[in-house]
């Protein structure tokens, strides 16, 4: 289930990487994405998560579309990415939470909430 166009959102996505100077780990400008991402919410999910299931969204779309994640890139998907331009992602709302699952045409991958002050959501 690959998901149809008018159900793309747009959302931004920050690809971790290390400084090789500092050994630090950074972030890349965020970038845009348009996939489909949806709260968890099937038996399956609520089971497998427990009772943390309300801080996840899952995202699916083709392949391609999904191996662009990998483990903890950040992502700003309710909020929107500062005007400056934030090494460290700080205001970011969400966490890539494992690698991507990848199928032969399709790709789903976790997000998972990260604590901070904007609880709003």
């Known amino acids: 289930?690959?998901?149809?166009?008018r159900n793309k959102k747009v959302f931004y996505l920050c690809k971790k990487y290390v400084?090789?100077?500092?050994?630090?780990?950074?972030?890349?400008?965020p970038q845009k994405v348009s996939l489909n991402y949806q709260p968890t919410n099937s038996d399956a999910q609520v089971l497998a998560l427990g009772t943390e299931y309300s801080k996840y969204l899952k995202v699916t779309g083709t392949a391609s579309d999904i191996s662009i994640f990998a483990n903890k890139?950040?992502?700003?998907?309710?909020?929107?990415?500062?005007?400056?331009?934030?090494?460290?992602c700080e205001d970011?709302?969400?966490e890539v939470n494992g690698d991507p699952l990848i199928a032969i045409n399709e790709g789903e991958l976790m997000l998972k909430k990260l604590s901070g002050d904007n609880e709003g959501n």
């Open 92 to 94: 970011a709302d969400y």
């Open 73 to 88: 890139d950040k992502c700003y998907v309710y909020v929107k990415p500062p005007k400056e331009y934030d090494e460290m």
């Open 1 to 5: 289930m690959v998901g149809l166009k």
């Open 19 to 29: 400084d090789p100077e500092t050994n630090v780990t950074k972030y890349k400008k």
